[in-house]
Every structure is written in C-alpha cells, then in structure tokens.
C-alpha cells in the first residue's frame, strides 16, 4: 500500500511540474510574441503564438492574437480561421466578432482584387505577386462568388454579433454603415 501511495504521490507531482513548466513556456512564448507584435515583426510574433498553440491549444488569447498578427500581416485566409477558433474557446468577446467581420470584408476585396484564389478543391492560396497583373480586372470563378457573398453574409451576423454584445460600442454608426453595405452587396449579388 506504501508503494502505491509513494507511486501516486510521485506521479501527481510530475504532473503538476509538467502543467507548470508548459504553462510557463506558453506565457513565455506570448510575451516573445507581443514584443514582436509591438516592433511590426508579425513573422517572428506568428511563429511564437504557433508553438504556443502547440503546447497550449486551449488558451484563448493565443487564438486572438495570432488572428491579429495574421490580420496586421494581411493574410487574412489564417486570421478568418484563427478568429473563429478564438470564438470556440471563448465565444463572449465582442472584439472578437468585429475582428472577424473586418477580416472577413477584406478577405471578399482580396478575392474580388485576385490578391486571393480558390483552388480545385475550394481551399483559398496567396498568388505569387509575379503571377498577378493588376492592369486587368480579375473575373472570379463561380465557387469564389458564392464564397464570396458567404464571407458577406457571415461578416454581416458578426457585425451583428457585436453590437448585441457591445450594444454601446463607440464605433457603432460605423459598423452600421458597414452592415447596411453589406446588406446592399448581398441583395445585389442575390438579383445577379
């Protein structure tokens, strides 16, 4: 009976020390982040808040800023999904929602740009920039359109979800202008 108590004893105390060496890794590793974030390296601070999520994949704040380090790096394809993971672990943030919403309205102009292409099996890529002409007007596939009034759509309800989370948020004329164009895009794609 010693020995089982001896054995269980040691073995809650490596876990405990594991949980605090990993916690003390992925706070480490947010704070290298951050100060990244805060120098404009988002390479640097993207690569910190991935290992972060590897030791850690239920934290949060590391979803969010890596959504805002993909957001400020304007790869808007990995801030959309990182945004949405953020809302799964924590789906009460208002800031969250708008960030979402933005990125999604920025992901429909690269689309519509060409700045961002569907491939065969509807996953969206960057084009390489020799690969881009900007003198022609870039003509969407029909899945980028379609996928394309979904981000409206889905940018629209996350505005919404905002300002129901936020009901006295300072930008709120703001995000209703936007809400009331996006409105107007999808009803005219919709007659199209």
């Known amino acids: 009976m010693k020995k089982v108590l001896l054995i269980v004893s040691i073995l809650t105390v490596a876990v405990i020390s594991t949980a605090c060496i990993n916690n003390f890794a992925v706070q480490d590793l947010n704070n290298k982040a951050q100060t990244y974030m805060q120098k404009g390296d988002y390479t640097q601070a993207i690569e910190r808040l991935k290992s972060s999520i590897d030791l850690d994949p239920t934290i949060f704040e590391t979803h969010y800023n890596l959504a805002v380090a993909y957001t400020q790096s304007e790869d808007y394809i990995n801030a959309v999904e990182e945004y949405k993971k953020a809302i799964e672990i924590k789906s009460d943030v208002a800031d969250v929602y708008y960030s979402l919403a933005t990125a999604q309205n920025n992901l429909v102009i690269d689309?519509?740009?060409?700045?961002?292409?569907?491939?065969?099996?509807?996953?969206?890529?960057?084009p390489k920039a020799e690969d881009l002409n900007f003198d022609e007007k870039y003509e969407m596939s029909e899945k980028e359109l379609s996928l394309s009034e979904e981000l409206r759509a889905s940018a629209l309800q996350n505005y919404a979800k905002y300002l129901e989370l936020n009901p006295n948020a300072k930008n709120k004329s703001e995000v209703e202008k936007q809400m009331e164009y996006l409105s107007g895009a999808n009803k005219t794609s919709d007659e199209e």
């Not at 689309?111 to 960057?126: A, F, H, I, K």
Request: proline content about 0%; overall charge negative.
């Open 111 to 126: 689309l519509e740009q060409g700045r961002v292409r569907m491939n065969v099996d509807d996953s969206l890529y960057t």
